[in-house]
C-alpha cells in the first residue's frame, strides 16, 4: 500500500507570493496533520484535519490555512510568503479524528524554499 | 504545555561502539513519548514509542529507549551503531489522548567508520 503522498517535493517562490501544498493520506485515514520544519528545528504543528473539519491548530499566523476534502486529501495554503517561511512541510496522516498522537505517519516533506 | 529537550545537538561515534541520545521533557499531564529518525531528504520514520506499561521499549533497528518518569527522560540507545544509522533523531512528547506532537531539536548522529 502506498504511504503519505505530498506533492510538490520542491518548490521555490518568492516573497509575497502564494503556495498550495498537497498531501493525501494513507488509504483509510481520515485525519491529516500538517508541521513545519525549519532547518536546523523540530518539526512545529500547524493542523490537524478530520472528517473535512479543523481539529487543531498551532501557533501560526492568519497566512496560514489548510482544507481537507471529501477523498481526505489536504491542502496547506500560505499566503504574503516569508523568508521565514521556507521550510520542509511534512504532513501526517491518522486512521482516528482523536487521540492520534501516537500514531501518525509521516510523508516525505515538500521542500519550501521563499527568496 | 509539553516541552522537550535534546540537550546534544551533534553526536558522532564510531562504527560498532555504544550510543545514548539524551531527552528530557516537561510536562504537567501525563505523557506519550516518542523518538523518531530522518534520514537525508526524507520525513520521519518512528523508531519507538512509550504509551504506558513497561518503562523499556524496544524498537525498529536495534534501538531501545527508557522511560524515567522521577528523571522526567527518555534517552535513546543503541549498544553497536552502524554506519546506516547515521540520521537525524527526534524526541517528541504528546499529551495523552492528544492529537499533536511536540518535538525536540533534535540530534544528528553521525556514525564514523
Known amino acids: 500500500d502506498a504511504g503519505v503522498t505530498q506533492s510538490p517535493t520542491h518548490l521555490i517562490k518568492t516573497r509575497g507570493q502564494h503556495v498550495t501544498l498537497r498531501c493525501s493520506p494513507i488509504s483509510g485515514h481520515k485525519s491529516v496533520s500538517w508541521y513545519q520544519q525549519v532547518l536546523g528545528q523540530g518539526p512545529q504543528f500547524i493542523f490537524q484535519y478530520y472528517e473535512k473539519e479543523e481539529r487543531g491548530r498551532g501557533n501560526f499566523p492568519d497566512r496560514f490555512s489548510a482544507r481537507q476534502f471529501p477523498n481526505y486529501s489536504s491542502e496547506l495554503n500560505v499566503n504574503a510568503l516569508l523568508l521565514g517561511d521556507s521550510a520542509l512541510y511534512l504532513c501526517a496522516s491518522s486512521l482516528l479524528g482523536t487521540g492520534i498522537a501516537y500514531e501518525q505517519y509521516f510523508g516525505p516533506g515538500t521542500r519550501l524554499t521563499v527568496t | 504545555a509539553q516541552s522537550v529537550t535534546q540537550l546534544d545537538s551533534q553526536v558522532p561515534v564510531f562504527e560498532e561502539a555504544p550510543v545514548e541520545l539524551r531527552c528530557n521533557y516537561s510536562s504537567s499531564v501525563s505523557v506519550y513519548l516518542f523518538w523518531y529518525v530522518q534520514y537525508p531528504n526524507q520525513g520521519l520514520q518512528l523508531l519507538l514509542k512509550?504509551?504506558?506499561?513497561?518503562?523499556l521499549v524496544k524498537g525498529i533497528n536495534g534501538f531501545e529507549a527508557e522511560f524515567n518518569k522521577s528523571q522526567t527522560s527518555f534517552h535513546l540507545r543503541k549498544p553497536s551503531v552502524h554506519i546506516s544509522d547515521t540520521a537525524e533523531y527526534f524526541c517528541a512528547v504528546s499529551e495523552t489522548g492528544a492529537n499533536n506532537l511536540f518535538f525536540g531539536t533534535g540530534t544528528r548522529l553521525t556514525v564514523i567508520p
Open positions: 512509550y504509551l504506558s506499561g513497561s518503562t
